[in-house]
């Protein structure tokens, strides 16, 4: 296991190099002038663009300039962002611990859930709980992610007040903006129970609940679906016969042999899943205007922001790699053949 990782871990640079190389081909389609705010550390030398190019040698080769800009990522120095007036590393840095947050409160359900679900209609199938959980999984993708979001945003918010966009109330803000409040991990639940304000953290839930309910809905149709598909194959399987044949219990054989065997597409599929809730669902929060970094990768992208955009796009690939890494370690531990490849 260890030498499997250790492989994995090996391909990492290689990878993240040719992740730096693509971003920089795709910035070559960018003029001299628009590729200078990349290295502006500061709003002031916006106004400087011609002795930024001159410093920087962007009129020069380009494996002049990539090694240029290459230095400064390796750095941190990501630019300067103008749609979140400060530098793009700090950006990153401010937003993403909202996503994260977000991310975790839909991870842990759409999972437990999801995977129980399509395992039951696997085992029951052509019962009630299949064709349920098809019609479910079947009526949750026929309508995008947005306008699921519009219905929630109506309904619960609209209608019942009950889960209101943004990431807390006014009050809660200003509270949190005092020197009385501490930010230990700047995941707005767990700080405000660090803290002691359990208001804090009832309010934060209930800014959460709008897009977490939003993505659940979305996301666990295909999770369902998936799980059923590849339980349904795993069922059919010699060994799987021959473990109710020896008489084992029923629990046993679908719990121990059948699922664990199943789950390899269903890795795949959560690995993606995470790292796309990671790297911010923007329709989700755009809607919801909650304050995560796929929100902010959105307007920047929109308001031309250069560093802020390539930025952004730099750290979901990060995100993408390290998902794969994890989704390769899984494999191993759930089919040891898979540590022999």
């Known amino acids: 296991m260890t030498t499997f990782i250790a492989r994995r871990l090996l391909l990492l640079p290689l990878v993240a190099f040719g992740v730096t190389l693509l971003i ?20 002031r030398q916006l106004t400087q663009i011609d002795s930024i190019i001159r410093k920087y040698g962007l009129d020069q080769p380009v494996h002049i300039q990539y090694w240029t800009w290459l230095k400064k990522i390796v750095r941190g120095d990501l630019g300067w962002s103008q749609t979140a007036r400060m530098p793009t590393g700090r950006a990153i840095a401010t937003f993403f611990p909202a996503t994260l947050e977000l991310t975790i409160y839909i991870f842990v359900p759409l999972i437990l859930i999801g995977v129980w679900m399509g395992t039951r209609a696997a085992v029951h199938k052509d019962r009630f709980l299949d064709h349920f959980s098809r019609f479910f999984a079947i009526s949750l993708r026929g309508l995008p992610s947005f306008v699921w979001g519009l219905i ?7 209608w019942l007040n009950w889960f209101p966009p943004g990431r807390l109330s006014l009050d809660a803000e200003l509270f949190v903006a005092s020197p009385e409040f501490h930010r230990y991990t700047r995941l707005m639940t767990v700080d405000a129970l660090l803290n002691g304000q359990f208001w804090i953290f009832l309010d934060a839930l209930r800014h959460l609940a709008g897009p977490v309910l939003t ?127």
Request: glycine fraction near 8%; charge should be neutral; proline fraction near 5%.
């Open 215 to 341: 993505l659940i809905l979305v996301e666990m149709a295909l999770l369902v679906r998936i799980t059923r598909s590849s339980m349904l194959e795993v069922l059919r399987q010699d060994y799987v016969r021959t473990a109710r044949a020896k008489g084992l219990d029923e629990p046993v054989v679908i719990n121990r042999h059948a699922r664990r065997n199943a789950l390899i597409p269903v890795i795949t599929l959560t690995s993606l899943l995470f790292v796309g809730l990671l790297g911010g669902v923007v329709l989700a929060e755009t809607i919801f205007n909650y304050p995560g970094i796929g929100k902010w990768g959105a307007e920047a992208a929109v308001q031309l922001d250069i560093p802020g955009a390539t930025g952004f796009a730099m750290f979901f690939a990060f995100l993408v790699v390290l998902g794969n890494l994890t989704a390769d370690v899984l494999y191993a531990a759930i089919d040891p053949r898979i540590r022999l490849q």
């Open 24 to 43: 920089f081909a795709l910035l070559q389609f960018l003029s001299p002038a628009e590729r200078a705010a990349l290295f502006v550390t500061d709003p």
């Open 152 to 158: 929630v945003l109506m309904i619960f918010y609209g």
